[in-house]
């Protein structure tokens, strides 16, 4: 039997309801808009989900239970900075400052770690994606130019209603 693979299309390819890859909106930590900022031309997305476990110990010195902690997940959205005019294009090729957030919406679903839809946000208040710093902008001689943001999103604390966004 043949078997099915996950594509560079799926994920990032046209969704089939609107016809752009996703939609990614950066905002300041202040909640303000980063005029010209757009993500038009993803090129990669690194998924990851961590989270901290402290191994409990029997008399033994067996490992009897785990108790885990502190999941997220990570992100690194790597796309090509463009726009409707070389002035835009170099805006959203902008680092913004640590702390700002984005959401995305229109992405195709995929489940991670306590995320049904790791990549989506739900709208632009909703466990968005935060930017911690560490983003880089990938400059070349022939003209491929790409910024990465690596980004980390928290799911809401269930005992205490709280997430960090």
């Not at 010209?36 to 010195?61: C, E, F, K, Y």
């Not at 067996?62 to 805006?91: H, M, Q, W, Y």
């Not at 946000?121 to 943001?149: F, K, R, V």
Request: hydrophobic share 35%; net charge negative.
């Amino acid at each position: 039997m043949a078997q099915t693979h996950i594509n560079k299309r799926f994920v990032l390819g046209p969704n089939a309801t609107v016809g752009t890859p996703f939609v990614a909106t950066l905002v300041e930590p202040d909640g303000t808009a980063i005029t010209g900022w757009a993500m038009n031309d993803p090129q990669s997305l690194n998924v990851r989900h961590t989270s901290g476990a402290r191994r409990i110990m029997d008399g033994d010195g067996e490992v009897s239970g785990l108790i885990f902690s502190g999941e997220f997940i990570e992100c690194e959205f790597t796309f090509k900075p463009s726009g409707s005019s070389d002035a835009n294009s170099r805006l959203s090729a902008q680092l913004p400052k640590s702390g700002s957030k984005m959401s995305v919406t229109l992405a195709k679903i995929i489940r991670c770690g306590p995320f049904a839809d790791a990549l989506n946000t739900g709208g632009a208040t909703n466990y968005q994606w935060i930017y911690e710093g560490g983003g880089s902008l990938n400059l070349t001689n022939d003209g491929e130019t790409t910024l990465t943001l690596p980004m980390v999103r928290f799911p809401l604390n269930s005992s205490t209603g709280w997430s960090p966004v």
